[in-house]
T-cell receptor
Framework: DTGVSQDPRHKITKRGQNVTFRCDPI?????LYWYRQTLGQGPEFLTY????????KSRLLSDRFSAERPKGSFSTLEIQRTEQGDSAMYLC????????????????FGPGTRLTVL | KNEVEQSPQNLTAQEGEFITINCSYS?????LHWLQQHPGGGIVSLFM???GKKKHGRLIATINIQEKHSSLHITASHPRDSAVYIC???????????FGKGTKLSVKP
C-alpha cells in the first residue's frame, strides 16, 4: 500500500499522559499536513511541513503540542499532558508541492488516529 | 460565520434519487476540494477543482468562482454513497485546507 499511513489508529490514554502519533506520507510527497477533527465538525488545520521545515502552525497548536519531521519523510505529533479536550481524530495528509503550481496540489489523507483522553 | 458553509447538514434520500450538496465560501481560494469521509474516519478526495465542472462516474462537481459557490451532485444514489461529504478550500499560499463541517448523507434502499 503506497498511500498515507498513520500509527496508531486508536489511542486511549489517561489525562496528563503524553502521546505520540506517527504519519508516513506518500514517498515522493514533500508536503505534510496535520489536521484535527472533533466529533461532528470538519477537520481543522494544525501545522504543515515542507520537507523537514515546519512552515506554519495554527493557533490551535498550543505549547503542549509539538510536531517534527526530522528527515523530511515521516512525521510525529506529540501531545504532552493530555487533556480531555484533546480527544479527537488526528489526520495527516501529504501532497507533492513541486511539479504543479503549489496552490493546486491535491492532498491525500491517511486513515487518522483517534485519540480518547479519559 | 464560518469561512466555508455547507448545506444541508444532514440529508436522507431514497436509493436512486438525485442528490445535491452545496458549499459556499467567503475567502479567496485557489482550489476547492470535495472529500468523502466514511465512519471510521478515513478521508478520500473526490474532486479538486478551480473552475467549471468535473465528472467522475455518478459524481459531478461544479464551481462558480464569481459567486463563491460549489455543488456536488450524485446521480442515481445508492446506499453505498452514505457518508459525510466535506467541502474544503485552499486559500493560503501554504496550501492548508479550510474545511466545512460536512454534510451527512444517508441513502436508504
Amino acid at each position: 500500500d503506497t498511500g498515507v499511513s498513520q500509527d496508531p489508529r486508536h489511542k486511549i490514554t489517561k489525562r496528563g499522559q503524553n502521546v505520540t502519533f506517527r504519519c508516513d506520507p506518500i514517498s515522493e510527497h514533500n508536503r505534510l499536513y496535520w489536521y484535527r477533527q472533533t466529533l461532528g465538525q470538519g477537520p481543522e488545520f494544525l501545522t504543515y511541513f515542507q520537507n523537514e521545515a515546519q512552515l506554519e502552525k495554527s493557533r490551535l497548536l498550543s505549547d503542549r503540542f509539538s510536531a517534527e519531521r526530522p528527515k523530511g519523510s515521516f512525521s510525529t505529533l506529540e501531545i504532552q499532558r493530555t487533556e480531555q479536550g484533546d480527544s479527537a481524530m488526528y489526520l495527516c495528509a501529504s501532497s507533492t508541492g513541486t511539479r504543479l503550481p503549489i496552490s493546486y496540489n491535491e492532498q491525500f489523507f491517511g486513515p487518522g488516529t483517534r485519540l480518547t483522553v479519559l | 460565520k464560518n469561512e466555508v458553509e455547507q448545506s444541508p447538514q444532514n440529508l436522507t434520500a431514497q436509493e436512486g434519487e438525485f442528490i445535491t450538496i452545496n458549499c459556499s465560501y467567503s475567502v479567496g481560494i485557489s482550489a476547492l476540494h470535495w472529500l468523502q469521509q466514511h465512519p471510521g474516519g478515513g478521508i478520500v478526495s473526490l474532486f479538486m477543482l478551480s473552475s467549471g465542472k468535473k465528472k467522475h462516474g455518478r459524481l459531478i462537481a461544479t464551481i462558480n468562482i464569481q459567486e463563491k459557490h460549489s455543488s456536488l451532485h450524485i446521480t442515481a444514489s445508492h446506499p453505498r454513497d452514505s457518508a459525510v461529504y466535506i467541502c474544503a478550500v485552499r486559500g493560503g499560499s501554504q496550501g492548508n485546507l479550510i474545511f466545512g463541517k460536512g454534510t451527512k448523507l444517508s441513502v436508504k434502499p
